[in-house]
């Protein structure tokens, strides 16, 4: 259902910000013009305290922005007549019985009514039994009008125009339309456009995280639109950090709680939906679990995603589907509404290292332990297309650990296999270039990640050093040890230059130009 907004509500957002901003003439104008008002005061409590205790200036005060009945307002005014003839103040009892708008209408509307005043204001003394009818008295009186009159106002927060313009731009913030960091020209509905950073590999720490002996991370992802960092770790826990701090995000009110994201065993990997609203989460006992990033919650359950452990996870463009592989040698789509396995991909005789939706959604391609690369229609679910990218290799079956599509050339990808070499690849088979660490022992890659725009290749070798390739000059720019250990994983942020790796040695790093 669509969320319609009321006019005059829009009205009485710019008429408090009027009255916040001392603009009494351009409120006045603007509620006359309108015929709309603002019925609202700073404290219910302390407008009926008022009214109870007989602090009428206060009162009348208040009331002159206020659009009352006008029921209400003559109970009101003849209230105030009474007490001030009670007190004999009665030119002020004369001036606002004969002089107020609510008491001329009584005069017109119920004479007796008014001519009872009038007598009482003639007499010489007061007798509140003649005031006040049986039954009542001065301080029932006041109550219920307190009570009448506190149901025709509200309290509103103070700045409430800024506050939701505030929201509207945090929103956009979380849609990915306003990268974290960009001003906003509030009046055009514009971010101010960044220049594009220059892509620039990474040569020095900037955070470091450190996780536990037995909780180190398996896998993790930035958002797309750059706001989180998510790590999936050995013991379960899903948790989303601050890179910038290196800590754990507190304005998420689940994490703030001590309430994270869990899986029943290892998170071995994770994608995000395009809106970066979406988590999903692969565990090496076969389950998927999907999450509501903003809240922690579990918005779908598949028990019996696959047999054995998943090793890759990613949603489809639309998010609607969840696209997974598995050390069941099998790659499988699954529907999130149905919550049901819709299609499952079989022909690699070793366990699928990862999956992915080629940009026009209707191939898959995975890597294997086979040494393979396939090619898959998702229309048929049948093997189009098989390549071995390892070159001189044929004796043995050469481990293909990922592979990446590239982001400005959709007819090409990256392959990393364990080997010193790292290729790019065409959906024909054909490598249209190879990186090489130029190492002839313990130098073989264990991970890779692009840069965001594919100008980078970086790879991890199982000697623990980061190599930095540029595509464009085909060279190996720059070495940079990472860990101490066997490093897990690596990923690029989406628009900065920053990289995280992560390792055995119980750290995740981020690594900045």
């Not at 009038?118 to 509140?128: G, Q």
Request: glycine share 6%; net charge neutral.
């Amino acid at each position: 259902m669509a969320l319609e907004i009321e006019s005059a509500d829009v009205i009485r957002l710019i008429l408090q910000y009027f009255k916040e901003n001392n603009l009494p003439r351009t409120f006045a104008t603007l509620q006359e013009e309108t015929g709309i008002t603002l019925n609202t005061v700073d404290s219910i409590e302390s407008f009926t305290s008022d009214i109870n205790n007989g602090h009428w200036d206060t009162v009348l005060l208040a009331i002159q922005s206020l659009k009352l009945p006008d029921n209400k307002l003559i109970d009101l005014y003849e209230h105030i007549v009474l007490e001030l003839i009670e007190l004999r103040e009665l030119s002020a009892a004369r001036s606002l019985l004969r002089q107020t708008d609510p008491m001329i209408m009584l005069k017109q509307l119920q004479p007796d009514r008014y001519i009872h005043l009038e007598t009482l204001l003639a007499r010489s003394y007061f007798d509140p039994r003649e005031a006040y009818p049986e039954g009542s008295s001065k301080e029932r009186r006041r109550a219920a009008i307190a009570q009448a009159l506190a149901g025709e106002v509200s309290v509103v927060p103070p700045a409430r125009l800024l506050a939701l313009l505030g929201q509207a731009l945090k929103w956009q913030q979380h849609q990915g339309q306003l990268p974290p960091g960009t001003s906003i020209d509030v009046f055009r509905g514009k971010a101010a456009v960044k220049d594009e950073e220059e892509e620039k590999y990474p040569t020095q720490i900037s955070r470091s995280i450190k996780f536990g002996s037995k909780s180190h991370p398996e896998c993790c992802r930035f958002s797309p639109d750059g706001q989180y960092l998510v790590t999936g770790t050995l013991d379960g826990f899903i948790e989303v950090w601050n890179f910038t701090t290196g800590k754990i995000r507190k304005d998420l009110k689940y994490q703030a709680n001590d309430q994270f994201m869990l899986m029943d065993d290892a998170v071995s990997c994770m994608d995000f939906s395009r809106d970066s609203e979406m988590l999903a989460t692969g565990a090496q006992d076969g389950r998927i679990k999907v999450w509501k990033i903003q809240t922690g919650q579990t918005l779908r359950r598949f028990e019996k995603a696959h047999t054995a452990g998943v090793t890759c996870i990613t949603f489809s463009r639309d998010g609607s589907q969840l696209l997974s592989a598995s050390f069941d040698q099998t790659i499988r789509i699954h529907g999130l509404k149905s919550g049901k396995t819709l299609k499952e991909f079989r022909g690699h005789t070793s366990f699928v290292n990862e999956a992915q939706f080629t940009a026009d959604g209707h191939s898959i391609i995975s890597a294997s332990s086979d040494g393979s690369v396939k090619v898959w229609s998702v229309k048929t679910t049948e093997c189009v297309n098989t390549f071995k990218p390892a070159l001189g290799s044929s004796a043995s079956e050469i481990t293909v650990n990922s592979i990446h599509l590239m982001p400005r050339n959709t007819e090409q990808f990256v392959v990393c296999n364990r080997t010193n070499t790292v290729s790019v690849m065409n959906m024909q088979g054909q490598i249209v270039k190879s990186f090489s660490s130029g190492k002839r022992q313990g130098g073989d890659f264990v991970c890779c990640t692009l840069s965001p725009r594919g100008e980078w290749i970086y790879c991890v070798g199982e000697d623990h050093v980061l190599y930095c390739f540029s595509v464009s000059t085909g060279k190996l720019e720059r070495t940079l040890t990472v860990h101490e250990k066997e490093v897990i994983g690596i990923s690029h942020h989406p628009h900065q230059n920053l990289t995280a790796t992560f390792s055995e040695d119980g750290t995740l790093k981020l690594w900045r130009p």
